[in-house]
């Protein structure tokens, strides 16, 4: 005979049992979600790039990837991951956009662009290789197009993170402290802009190349510069827009490998990357150049930089502005301590870069290496010269250059009252604690 409670322990066991089997079930499809969106964001612009080959317009594109990834995450939690998911997705995308050309009555002038039959219902077996196809060229053209010169830079910059970094509007809005509404209306903005303006799916030939590239790189390196400098909120960095601007240069060198400045961006980022986990303390506050403990550089990063920077260099005579660049972060880890950085070469190629590219800020940074090479009153002299620009006006890095050359004299009184201007005018909480700081230090000698 059961014992008189034995029926209630078998059902609270039982239903322990079930709870723990549909807790095993869900945390089996939450991995499976994850691996869904992390699979998803390697290939999105793979897809996007092909399918807008096929159907000639981004915004659909975008869309049909979109399906394919509902349809992975209706799917796949339940069958598992397929072997070649990047297949599975591209296959299921250009179904549909066979479906979307029929229904608008272009299929018969996309046979030859589709290159398979029009009743397809399954994945080819072939469909790999066939997704490969001319997939290089597919996403240099999505590089020009997300940064084509008729879209504002804020535009380019959204587009670019969306389409081929792969970020959703959420994150995007959230880098750069922005409202999602507003990244999502710069988004529809931008791809209905290059609808109307008939903006070709090609990559620009002859002199117009150069231009555009240049546009291309601007736009990835302001986004590695918001990740490692951020101009606004509490975090000195974001980390994840580095890593963002790093992918997309590393495509680019694949896809453009005999493009000097292509390597010489790379170089930069990669080097400038490789100080990020000394560049912040323990409670998140900024840490000078000179007072980093290099032992937390990234040799790796520093590696694969200078390879990139000895690349940009074979490939051209004479140096462009992001290789130049790369060569001053160069001249940074190469040095083992502080005192062995060679400043005085460091302002020769700010020299260099300033005639080729004439600007306030890079020769302010010329004014700090110059001052680390022969003393503060030659560095003041520089700056002195820069206050007048109007485009310096509100550029908090000024007075901070100069209450540094300022307190190094021993005009502590000034240094201070620059460095409280200084703080006034950045909106990074944590450079304005650092500028303080100084004021503060300044204040009390």
Request: hydrophobic share 45%; aromatic share 4%.
């Amino acid at each position: 005979m059961p014992a008189p409670d034995g029926g209630w322990i078998g059902a609270v066991t039982g239903s322990d049992s079930q709870n723990h089997d549909d807790s095993k079930t869900n945390a089996a499809e939450q991995r499976v979600r994850a691996s869904v969106n992390a699979v998803f964001r390697l290939e999105s612009p793979k897809l996007i790039a092909s399918l807008t080959r096929l159907v000639r317009d981004v915004g659909l594109a975008e869309e049909l990837a979109q399906d394919a990834l509902v349809a992975a995450l209706e799917q796949w939690p339940r069958t598992g991951l397929p072997d070649k998911p990047g297949a599975w997705l591209m296959g299921v995308a250009k179904n549909r956009a066979i479906n979307v050309l029929r229904r608008n009555k272009l299929l018969d002038r996309k046979h030859e662009q589709l290159g398979y039959e029009t009743d397809l219902t399954n994945v080819a077996p072939d469909l790999e290789s066939a997704v490969d196809d001319d997939i290089g060229d597919d996403l240099l053209k999505l590089v020009f197009t997300s940064c084509h010169p008729v879209l504002s830079i804020d535009a380019r910059v959204a587009l670019t993170l969306r389409l081929l970094g792969g970020l959703t509007t959420d994150e995007i809005a959230r880098a750069f402290l922005v409202s999602e509404p507003t990244i999502a209306q710069r988004i529809v903005r931008a791809k209905r802009t290059l609808a109307e303006e008939n903006v070709p799916y090609e990559v620009p030939r002859g002199e117009e190349l150069a231009e555009r590239l240049s546009a291309v790189l601007g736009v990835i390196y302001l986004v590695f510069n918001e990740g490692y400098s951020a101009t606004a909120g509490d975090d000195l960095m974001r980390p994840e827009l580095c890593d963002d601007a790093l992918r997309l240069g590393r495509i680019l060198a694949e896809l453009m490998p005999n493009e000097p400045e292509v390597h010489g961006l790379l170089a930069l980022m990669e080097i400038t990357a490789s100080r990020a986990a000394a560049r912040v303390g323990p409670s998140g506050e900024p840490v000078l150049l000179l007072d980093q403990d290099r032992a937390r550089w990234d040799q790796l990063l520093i590696h694969r930089g200078l390879s990139a920077l000895e690349r940009a260099e074979s490939l051209a005579e004479d140096r462009g502005p992001y290789t130049l660049q790369a060569a001053i972060s160069a001249c940074h880890a190469r040095a083992a301590l502080p005192e062995d950085t060679d400043w005085a070469r460091i302002a020769s190629h700010y020299g260099e870069l300033v005639e080729i590219v004439p600007s306030p800020v890079i020769e302010l940074n010329r004014a700090v290496a110059v001052g680390m090479a022969e003393g503060p009153a030659e560095a003041l002299a520089i700056v002195d010269r820069l206050t007048s620009e109007p485009s310096m006006k509100n550029y908090h890095l000024l007075p901070s250059a100069r209450g540094d050359f300022l307190s190094k004299l021993g005009r502590n009184a000034e240094a201070r009252a620059e460095f409280e201007r200084a703080a006034s005018l950045t909106r990074n909480s944590r450079e304005r604690e650092l500028l303080l700081e100084r004021a503060a230090k300044c204040a009390a000698k």
